[in-house]
């Protein structure tokens, strides 16, 4: 075990291509023009706020969303079984989503003081509305497809 590679294994060589560096360089463009576009617009895009929520998000996504993500996927491989797994990964996966989509909305990060039609509806409950329809939902495919393959 001196980390040596094996006699007869091919040598592993990283080579990034022209098109690896022109999306390199096509996407740091585009970084620094919405910075520029964030910065030159601050009054409307509160430079601050906008950190605090970018690094938020970082930090949120680190130590708690993927971490909560990777031990109910464990969780679930584990105990659920056959072809009831799949419909459950599906819903878990589109609530998800939506309840990442939703949070700005559901923390009321856009609300503008005397002005009413910034956020008009209860994003909370229409979000809860979402999930409970996908389960719903996916509940009644499940059903289905277990009744058709008996």
Not at 117 to 143: E, K, M, Q
Request: hydrophobic share 50%; proline share 7%.
């Amino acid at each position: 075990m001196t980390g040596e590679v094996p006699p007869g294994t091919p040598e592993r060589v990283e080579h990034r291509g022209p098109l690896f560096w022109v999306s390199a360089a096509a996407g740091w463009a585009l970084i620094g023009w919405g910075l520029r576009g964030a910065l030159h617009h601050h009054i409307d895009t509160r430079p601050p706020e906008l950190a605090r929520f970018f690094l938020g998000g970082v930090v949120l996504h680190d130590l708690v969303f993927a971490p909560v993500v990777l031990a109910a996927g464990i969780v679930l491989g584990r105990t659920v079984k056959g072809r009831s797994r799949a419909p459950l990964q599906a819903a878990l996966f589109i609530s998800g989503c939506a309840a990442l989509l939703a949070w700005p909305e559901v923390r009321d990060y856009a609300r503008i003081l005397h002005n009413p039609s910034s956020l008009p509806h209860n994003y909370t409950a229409n979000l809860l509305i979402v999930c409970a329809a996908v389960w719903v939902g996916t509940a009644v495919v499940a059903a289905v497809v277990s009744r058709t393959r008996r």
